[in-house]
Each structure stands twice: as structure tokens, then as C-alpha cells.
């Protein structure tokens, strides 16, 4: 079976100027195979996935499928697209849902998601997990895309900032909605966590997907899609090993041979999702109206590192054996989308405009304010933060026959888009201190409570952010055959910026060279430029977090400062500058079999003044700056600056082959492979503020972020098996080794941590009990494999796995599923 793609080549046909037609076209139900066809738009000519210039990955909508149910959006790209890597954080609040993923070993600020073509909007959640590349921006949410409306999802993996927007520094996502008026589909899966010895059977879940399309009238269509899911809590922990009562004259306290040390109840969130999505057009003669639209919501509770009566967290006659607060959120997101179509004397025009908006109400509960006392709350509404995108497009795009009958795209167009990034603080209670001093008598007598709910994160009406900016953008797109085997294109773009960003060009050039009718070499240059994101120089908040400090795991207050404000400055911080890219490429693609493809490309990313939080700053001279500014001082305090240049090298090696055994089935196999390194080229001058702190800018530790913390390398193998009604699909994947690093403790790296490489399998079995009616069942992790466990001390109970696994730290899951079709 063939299916319709469309690469980075069809410029502003497709991708670039959000052009729904290929959409439409789309081939709802087609899976992947070695025969794929692109569709280059109005240069008439057909070229397959192997003779794109740049290297692109096609998800089907079966293989999203297979794996959406249970499953986030971006895990299921991590599956199967080998340089996009989602991280599988426990308890870091909200990233325990919205989770850090990129592409090629960069961020998700990095990559440009489209939905049919058009701009997505950005979370209004910022991504702030120890360890991300990408701390302190608002990436786009994937998994707030509903998966039964996907009919694919196509992947560059190129720098395409030139092509279609200042962010596209990593590659391109390319949500393809369905478009099939006369197709019906939905499923029901429920399934669970392997058995842990302390937890049980946990992360139980269940979800329904359901799409439909219809005709509207003769000329028209509509495709609908719902979904949701109910998932609760998985939960990896130990044992803490502190004294939870307070001592009786000088002895231990007997409540601590049965007291709960085992009160650390972070890892997976409990959650609730319902996504709906409509794709629409109408053909008005020669007028094509088209429409879409997404919404999301959904509620979240995860649980937090334990607090015990011994400590200045804990009112006893409130909670007198401790408590286990729980981060808690509720979210709102939608987008629509709204253009037309017209041919005018052979130009294609696309005129379209979208709006997009995240909201999010973050809290916490059974919890308390200990500065408060007996009359603390033990539930907050802390903050809520909005993230408002409205872009408007208008693009034309026309073939020319030149130098002889040789096909010229020309395409062209221009954007105009507005941007605002709001947060407000909610509750007084959460944040204010309310002097409360423990009383005579108390274990902890004449100490003040600590201010603040426990186990939230805080904004206070000093750190509401409240920014806006518009962004105009006008680009060219050329691409010409310039012989039978030479296909050369170039684009360039000028973005202007009306904050502090400024303006910037920038450019692309690529070309395939056919070599032999099986044999294909690719290239590509450009250049990117990304803008700070309104999160990084507006977001300031104060959170618990549990961090590795002096060699072992403790739980901390951490404040992140606003670049701007007056203890930032006194630090050393400075205005944001834009990071400024540069991508190289180098390919080759075969096809010498029928059925076969292989693909092999080689990159290089250099980006220059990247922009990440600073590592966690204390000091005595810290402590005295918070104080001089209204703080307890007891903060460790991070900032966002162009801290870092990086360069990240790599390779992908993607091979599909899809073959029939005669009367013993037919088989799809696909292997994949990356590597990627990145190395820090340049830090940048320590601020002469730290210095005089004895302090650093960008440490040890938060250097490793970048260059040691996820696996260099990863293998996908898969293979697809069937005959008749039944199917079986098998896939290993694994996943390099990767260490976090610690800082130095007495001029040593006492505290480094190594985690070896895992493979991870997957199985599915499935029997089509009618032509309309399928069962599955199967497993993730089958062998229900986990990371090593961390060798520094864990004395807060929290999980002895590595928390940043790519895999996850939770074992395996099995499921089954009833999907149909109607």
C-alpha cells in the first residue's frame, strides 16, 4: 500500500505555508513501507522517502495506534524515531506529566511542531527538571493532541529555521490530521504495572479512543475525534532512613519501629484526559475553506518527598505523624485554525490564521503552611500561568518551466504572530509568612516554621510574569531539478522581533544528488537563530525539590529568579541574548531491493549563547543578598543566562524492509540507529558578582546535563508479523549508558553516578476477529527491566532508581485492547 507524504522539499506547498491540501489527500490508514511516495506539490514529480534531500521519518497512523492508548505522544515518537528522546522524570511536579523530550540531542524548544501544516502553540508549562536541556522553556505539549485524530505524523530531521520558523533549529513535527470522510474507528484499551514487591500492582489505566468522519453536503467534510484516559499513580520508593519521632529523654522514640518510612510517594502522576479534534473543509467553486481545531483538559495529582513531625515542615497538631504533600493541577488547551484555498493564474494562495491558548491552575494538597501554624490551610491554588499564540499566514507557491523544461518551485510568504506569557499568584497562604515560632515544649522550641506550601511551587505577586511580543516574518523558497539527477533548493527567512530579540536572517541551502537509480547522496547547510521564549525572561517561582547537594540527595527550598530583578543582578545576571545555529548534514539513501530502504544521514548543530538556568547558587554572601531583599535567606537560587555554546554531533541509520513469506505471512522489519554527542565548546565568563562569591556560573554538575545525562547512543529493532487474522509485532530497543555528574566535594567527583546501557522489549499479539473487529494484548518491557540504581546516599525515601532513565524507572506494563472499525 502506498501512502502520500510530504517532505521539507514542497517548501510552502505543505509544510511551510500550511497548505491542508496534502492533508487532505492523505491516506488515512496507510503503514510504512519502503514504497512511500512524496508528493513535491506543483513540480509534477514524484519522488519516494529515499530521494528526499533531507531526512525525514513517517509515523502511521497503525503504529500510533498500537502505542497511543497508553502511552504519551512523545513516548510513542521515543519509540520509534531513534533521535527523539523523551525522558521519563519522577515527581518534578508538573514535568511528571508534560515531560522534557527532543530531537538530534537538543531541546524541545528547538523543534517546531506543525498540525497540518500550521504553528502549534507552546505549553504555558515550563520546563524546569533537573537535568533537561531545555530548562526554563515552554515547549509544545504534544500529548495535548488527541492520538485517534492522527492519520500520521512526519518528522524532519533537519535545521529548517530558514523554512519555516526561528525555532526549527533541531527538525520539524508535523502532525497530519484525518481527513477521511467515510472512515470510523475507535478502541478501548486497559491495562496495568507489573507487581512491585513494596507497591504492588500499580499505574492501572484505562483509556477510549473513537474518530469518525462525514461528508458535509456534496463538497465538503468533517472528521471528529475524542479520547480519554484515566490513569493513576505508579510509585517507585525506599526507605528513609531518618528518625521520624522526636526523642524521649535522649532515647528513640518506640513509634519509630512502626512508623511509615516509606512516605515518599513521587514517581508517575495520577491523571485524567479528555482530548477531542475536528478537521473540516468546504470546496466553494474554486475556494477551499478549511478548518481544525484541538481540546484538551485534564487533572493531575503527584505525590512529593515525605515531611516528618521532627521537622519545621510539620505542624504536629495538624498532621502528628507527618505528611506526604501532593503537587496538584488542573489544565485547559485548545487551538483553532481557519483558512482558505484559491489557484489564481496558476499560483497557489493559502491565506490562514490560528489561535492557540494554555492554561494551567498549579497546587497542592494535603499539605500545610508551617509559618502559618494551627491555622494553615492544608490545600492551595499557588499559581495559574497562561500561554496566548496567534499566527496568520498568507503563502503562494507556483512551478516554472526553466533552462529547457526544467522544473522551478518558487514559493514565498509571510507570518504575523502575536505571543503573551502570563502568570499570577493565587492563594496569599501558599506563600506568606505567618511568624509562627514552635512553642515551649516542642522538639523543636523557639525555631520558626518554614514559609511556604510544602511540596508546591510558589509564586508570589513579586514573581508574576506578565509579557508580550509580536513577531513579523517573511521568507523565499526556491527548489530546481537542475538536471535529471540533481535536485538543489535554498530558502531564506528574515524574522523581526519587537522585544529585546531584535531581527535576524537566515538561510538554507540542500540538494540530492541521484547517483544511481538505487543509490542517493544528500546535503544540507544552514543557519537558525531562537529567540529567548517569554518563560525565560519572565518566569520566576519558589519550589521544594529534592536535588543532589554535597554528594547525596536532599530535599531543598529553590528560588528561580527573574533575569531583570534585583537579586539576579546582584548576582551577575544579564538581558538575554537570542541563541544563534548553525546545522550541517551529509546523507546517503539506497533502495537496491524492492522493498527495501536504508537511509544513513550524518549532522552537526553548533549553537552559540544557549540559554539554561545556572546551576543551584548558595553561599554565605547568597544568603545575605536574600535577606537585603525581604528572603529567609535559606534559598538556593538559579537565573536564566546564555550560559554555554554547544556542538552536538551525530548520525541516524534508518533501514525498512517489508517482504512476504508465501504461505507463512508477511513480514515488516525495520532497524534504526543514532548516536549523538554534544560537547561545551565555550562557557561563559563567570560573572565578576559570583566570583567575588566564590561562586560559578555554570558547574560541574549542570554541565553534565548536556553532555553525559541522556544515552549517546540507541537501537530500535522491529518486526512486524502476519498472516491471515493473526499479527504479532515485536520490538527491542536499547538504550546507551549515561552517568550524572556531581560537583566537586573536597576537589573530588565523590559523588558521579554511572548507569549502564538496557535493552527494553515489546510485544504485541493480535487476532482480527472480523474484518471490523480486532483483540491485542501485550507488554512494554516485557522483562520488566529497570536502570541501576543510584549509588549515593537516598535518605528521603525517594526512588533508588535513576531518575532519568529514557526508559523510565517503573517496571513493566501489559495491556490489552478491543479496537474497531465502523
Known sequence: MRRILVTSSILALSIASGNAAYAQAADDTAAPGGSDIVVTGSRGQARTVATSPTPIDVISGEQIAQLGGSMQLRDVLSQLVPSFQSQQVGSSSWNSVTRPAGLRGLSGVHVLVLVNGKRRHNSALIDLNSGSTSMGGNPVDLDQIP???????????????????????????????????????????????????????????????????????????????????????????????????????????PRDATGDKRRYQGG??????????????????DLTLYSNATFGYREARVGQAGRYPYSTSDIVEIYPDGFTPYYTMAETDWQATAGMKQTVDGWNLDLSTTYGRDYVRSGA?????????????????????????????????????????????VSAGAEFRYESYVTKSLD????????????????LAGQPGAIGAQGATVITPADEASAQRTIGAAYIDLALDLTDRLLVTGA???ETYDDSSGSVWSGKVSALWKATDWLNFRGAFSNGFRAPSLSQQAY?????????????????????????????????????????????????????????????????????????????LSSA???????????????????????????????DAVANYSFTLGDFGNVRASAAYNYNKTKITHIADNPEELANLGLTLFDRQTQGYFTVFTPKDKIILGLNWSKGPFSVNAKETRYGSWKALANLVNGQPTADQSYGAKWITDVEVGFQVTEKLKLSGGA????????????????IGSSPYGSNSPFGAYGGYYYGRLSFDF
Request: avoid cysteine.
Open 365 to 409: 494538597d494535603n499539605t500545610l503552611n508551617a509559618s502559618l501554624g494551627t491555622s494553615s490551610p492544608t490545600s492551595f491554588d499557588t499559581f495559574s500561568a497562561a500561554f496566548d499564540q496567534w499566527t496568520t499566514n498568507f503563502d503562494v507557491t507556483k512551478g516554472f518551466e526553466v533552462l529547457g523544461g526544467r522544473n522551478l518551485q
Open 621 to 651: 554572601g547568597v544568603r545575605q543578598i536574600l535577606r537585603d531583599n525581604g528572603f529567609s535567606g535559606d534559598q538556593y537560587v538559579r537565573f536564566f543566562a546564555n550560559a554555554i555554546d554547544t556542538r552536538t554531533r551525530g548520525i
Open 147 to 253: 492520538a485517534s485524530a492522527i492519520a500520521r505524523i512526519e518528522v524532519l530531521r533537519d535545521g529548517a529555521a530558514a523554512q519555516y520558523g526561528s525555532d526549527a533549529i533541531a527538525g520539524v513535527i508535523n502532525v497530519i490530521l484525518k481527513s477521511n470522510p467515510d472512515a470510523g474507528s475507535g478502541s478501548i484499551e486497559a491495562g496495568q504495572r507489573y507487581k512491585d514487591s513494596v507497591n504492588g500492582s500499580d499505574g492501572e489505566t484505562v483509556s477510549a479512543q473513537l474518530s469518525k468522519g462525514f461528508h458535509l453536503g456534496d463538497n465538503g467534510s468533517i472528521v471528529v475525534s475524542a479520547e480519554a484516559k484515566r490513569q493513576k499513580a505508579t510509585v517507585r520508593n525506599s526507605d528513609y532512613t531518618g528518625t521520624i519521632y522526636s526523642k524521649i529523654n535522649g532515647a528513640t522514640n
Open 428 to 443: 496569599t497562604a501558599s506563600w506568606q509568612n505567618g511568624g509562627y515560632v514552635y512553642p515551649t515544649g516542642s522538639a
Open 540 to 616: 520566576a517561582q519558589t519550589a521544594t525539590q529534592v536535588s543532589l547537594v554535597n554528594g547525596s540527595y536532599q530535599l531543598i527550598e529553590s528560588k528561580i529568579l527573574q533575569t531583570g530583578s534585583a537579586i539576579a543582578q546582584a548576582l551577575g545576571g544579564k538581558d538575554l541574548k537570542p541563541e544563534k545555529s548553525r546545522n550541517y548534514s551529509f546523507g546517503v539513501t539506497l533502495t537496491p531491493l524492492a522493498g527495501f530502504t536504508l537511509t544513513v544521514d550524518a549532522y552537526q548543530i553548533n549553537i552559540d549563547d544557549r540559554i539554561t538556568l545556572t546551576g543551584l
Open 492 to 494: 531564506g527567512r528574515f
Open 268 to 285: 508517575l502522576p495520577d491523571l485524567k484526559s479528555v482530548n477531542l479534534a475536528q478537521n473540516s473543509e468546504i470546496q466553494a467553486g
Open 780 to 795: 512494554y518491557n516485557v522483562f520488566n527491566t529497570y536502570p541501576d540504581k543510584n549509588t549515593v546516599p537516598n535518605t
